[in-house]
């Protein structure tokens, strides 16, 4: 069992002092309100939350949990400490840590006098970058130690929900544990041996960079809830039925699917039943902010791809994977076409492959559309991706087609190869001639 120091005792120090005391580890909160270390010294919560008072007093009585204001000695009697401040807004919406950065320098003074090696592990909600530029440089400057050396740092974020934290604390989705240092990795997993969740060790930036993800997705299904609730509501739908029924769906709606980071949307349903939503929006008088971006966003995808390309300065372009996704010939509203006709529009030379798409064989709508978007599209169609590849300077992975996975080996050095899909999860491949759109 731990001793374990946790600094704030607002909603995530204080669930956690207590929580973590339940489980038999010695806990030490400290907190710059006296009034706070005055409640918990007395077996009390410092706030309101469901379960938290008896956990406080069992965990009082049993000599587990106390509190202070001494800084410097409650890092002198535990083995790790907790950083659980508030890190509110500034006005102009920009992160405040000057309340971490104060903890810092409290926890770096101490660890200057002390000889034991110790871990910090942050649990306050910080943008990336922040462990690694903030929170290291004040420890070390403060201590005159190193990290990873003479201390370890994680960062492990909460996602605890105000009204049912006990229980999301039992009971997590998963636990992350942020850090470049296997042993204070090691020291903050111990932790958590209790819990019945995976436990998810990652770099400190992408663990700083779930939360954000998390919490800007929660936002995103409320305001996405409201504002089919919004249009619903204007013709006498019952928008929970709705939404009751949209959640039953675990395979496309609720699901991984659909959340890959890559490339643009198209086809010949989302853009089109996007705009057509829109359009009845408007007319019921509804103007709903976050389904009017979706587009405006789709197109920025495109945009960036085109940018990818043109700083490359190369003319020569070979895309492998035309249609919207691989396995269907559907051309209609393919990003990868909008693509293609702006790079012709810019002079760029192309070789198109794609194996689902013979020109022969497009039917209906389907060819009208390539036919008005591209006349000369036949002109530019290979037959295989070795034609492609044969005369490019650039190759563009459009889909995920299965034979476009070895493209990578099948390059030549001089190539630069720019994926849009992810044919590759071995982000150590990419360097200047292997570039991800947004990875
Ligand atoms: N509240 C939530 O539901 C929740 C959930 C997940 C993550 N978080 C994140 O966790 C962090 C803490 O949130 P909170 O809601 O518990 O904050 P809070 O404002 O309720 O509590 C912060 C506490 O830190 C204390 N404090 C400030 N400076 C201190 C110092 N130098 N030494 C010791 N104590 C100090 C304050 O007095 C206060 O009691 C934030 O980054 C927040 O974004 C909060």
Known sequence: MANISIFGLGYVGAVSAAALADNGHRVIGVDVNPTKVEMINAGRSPIIEAGLPELMQKGA????????????????????SIICVGT??????????????RVCQQIGAALADKSAYHVVIARSTMLPGSTEELV????????????????????????????????????PPFTVIGSDDERAAAVASELYAMLDAPLLTVPLK????????CNAFHALKVTFANEIGNICKQQNIDSHQVMDIFCQDTKLNISPYYLKPGFAFGGSCLPKDLRALLYHA???????????AVLRSNRQQVDKAYQLIR????KRVGVLGFSFKAGTDDLRESPMVELVERLIGKGYQLRVYDRNVSLANLQGANRA??????????????????????????????????EFRQVLDQVRPEQIVIDLIRISDETGHLNGHYNGICW
């Open 61 to 80: 009585e049993a000599g587990r949990i106390c509190a202070t204001v001494d800084s410097y000695q409650a890092v002198f009697d535990t083995d790790l």
């Open 88 to 101: 509110p807004s500034h006005a102009n919406g920009s992160l405040n840590l000057s309340y971490v950065q």
């Open 136 to 171: 290291i440089p004040i420890l070390e400057e403060t201590s005159g130690k190193q990290a990873g050396r003479d201390f370890g740092v994680c960062f492990n974020p909460e996602f605890l929900r105000e009204g049912s934290s006990i229980k999301d604390f039992y009971d």
């Open 206 to 213: 992408t663990a700083e960079m779930v939360k954000y993800a």
């Open 282 to 292: 408007r007319q019921l008088d509804q103007e709903p902010p976050v389904l009017q």
């Open 311 to 314: 700083r490359t300065r190369h």
């Open 369 to 402: 559309y390539i036919e008005k978007e591209i006349p000369h599209i036949a002109s530019l169609m290979c037959d295989s991706v070795e034609d492609v590849l044969a005369d490019c300077e650039v190759v563009v992975v459009g889909n995920g087609a299965p």
